[in-house]
C-alpha cells in the first residue's frame, strides 16, 4: 500500500469555483503535513503547511483530520493561475528527512 | 541567491553508460536529497544527506550511488544506466530540524535511457 494517496483527477473547474483535494496517508505515525504545489515541467514548491487545528492562506484552507488519516486541501474562487498539480507530503514521526510524496491532484481552472 | 540548482538540464544516455547528476544549495541547509519524477508515481526519495558526511538511503536506491562533497554539494551517480532510470531528477534541500522543514527544490534533470 503507498504511503500517500491522492485521487490523480484532473478536476476541470471554470474561474470562481470553489474545489477541494483529499489526501489519505497509512502511518499513523505520521507528524508533519505539507500542499506542495507544481507547475507543468517545472519544480515542486511549498504552498502551504498543515496544522492539527487547520489553517488559512487566502483562498487556500488546510485540515487535518488525524482520526481518518487524511488531509485536505480547499481552494476558493478559483483563478486561471491556480492551474497545477498540487502534491500532499506526510512526514513520519521517526524520520523527519523521509518526505513521502503522493503522486499529485490536477486542477485545470478553465475561463 | 541561486536556491538549489542542478546540472545539467537534460541528458541522453545509452545503456551501460555512466554519468553524475550535480546540485549545489547556497542557502546554508543542512539536508539535501535526490528524488526521481515518473508519471503517475509521484516523487520518490533516492537518497538524502541529513548532515555534511552522511548519506542515506530512501525508497529507491539501488542503481546510484551519492556523495555529500560538502555542505553545499550532493552528487547522485548512475554507474551502469539501464531505461529503468529514464526519470526526472529532483534535488531538494532544507534546513533538515525535527518536526520537517520546507524542502527547496532545483529545476530537475530530464534523463533520458535508450
Known amino acids: 500500500r503507498k504511503e500517500v494517496e491522492q485521487d490523480p483527477g484532473p478536476f476541470n473547474v471554470p474561474e470562481g469555483a470553489t474545489v477541494a483535494f483529499n489526501c489519505t496517508y497509512s502511518?499513523?505515525?505520521?507528524?508533519?503535513f505539507f500542499w506542495y504545489r507544481q507547475d507543468c515541467r517545472k519544480e515542486p514548491k511549498l504552498l502551504m503547511s498543515?496544522?492539527?487545528s487547520g489553517n488559512e492562506d487566502g483562498r487556500f484552507t488546510a485540515q487535518l483530520n488525524r482520526a481518518s488519516q487524511y488531509i485536505s486541501l480547499l481552494i476558493r474562487d478559483s483563478k486561471l493561475s491556480d492551474s497545477a498539480t498540487y502534491l500532499c507530503?506526510?512526514?513520519?514521526?521517526?524520520?523527519?528527512?523521509?518526505?513521502?510524496f503522493g503522486s499529485g491532484t490536477k486542477l485545470n481552472v478553465k475561463p | 541567491n541561486a536556491g538549489v540548482t542542478q546540472t545539467p538540464k537534460f541528458q541522453v544516455l545509452k545503456t551501460g553508460q555512466s554519468m553524475t547528476l550535480q546540485c549545489a544549495q547556497d542557502?546554508?541547509?543542512?539536508?539535501m536529497y535526490w528524488y526521481r519524477q515518473d508519471p503517475g508515481m509521484g516523487l520518490r526519495l533516492i537518497y538524502y544527506?541529513?548532515?555534511?558526511?552522511?548519506?542515506d538511503k530512501g525508497e529507491v536506491p539501488n542503481g546510484y550511488n551519492v556523495s555529500r562533497l560538502n555542505k553545499r554539494e550532493f552528487s547522485l551517480r548512475l554507474e551502469s544506466a539501464a531505461p529503468s532510470q529514464t526519470s526526472v531528477y529532483f534535488c531538494?534541500?532544507?534546513?533538515?530540524?525535527?518536526?520537517?522543514?520546507?524542502?527547496?527544490f532545483g529545476p530537475g534533470t530530464r534523463l533520458t535511457v535508450l
Open positions: 531538494a534541500s532544507s534546513k533538515g530540524l525535527a518536526g520537517g522543514n520546507e524542502q527547496f
Open positions: 502511518n499513523s505515525a505520521s507528524q508533519s
Open positions: 498543515v496544522y492539527s
Open positions: 507530503v506526510v512526514i513520519p514521526i521517526y524520520n523527519f528527512n523521509k518526505f513521502y
Open positions: 542557502m546554508n541547509h543542512n539536508s
Open positions: 544527506s541529513a548532515s555534511e558526511g552522511t548519506t
